[in-house]
């Protein structure tokens, strides 16, 4: 397997857990919660503290910063 198909999979596979993660917290299917998800990282990028994302998101503060590291390592391998 090539170093960048190796790569390409701990990305997808990094994701997916980061989607069952957001799926477990939030008790919603998968696709729901691609969306919650989708919508924390906007938030996150209009700057909105993780204080108020917990506030729009009715998640707890701790699994923001969980999810939002999450995002990080998937952005940033």
């Known amino acids: 397997m090539h170093y960048t198909n190796s790569y390409s999979d701990y990305i997808k596979f ?3 857990r980061t989607i069952e993660y957001v799926a477990k917290i939030t008790n919603c299917k998968n696709n729901k919660a691609t969306k ?3 919508e924390i990282v906007k938030l996150h990028k ?3 503290s993780i204080e108020e994302i917990s506030r729009l998101t009715k998640i707890d503060i ?3 910063k969980n999810i939002l590291q999450a995002v990080d390592d998937i952005r940033f391998g």
């Open 14 to 16: 990094l994701a997916s």
């Open 36 to 38: 919650i998800l989708i």
């Open 46 to 48: 209009e700057n909105k």
């Open 62 to 64: 701790k699994h923001i």
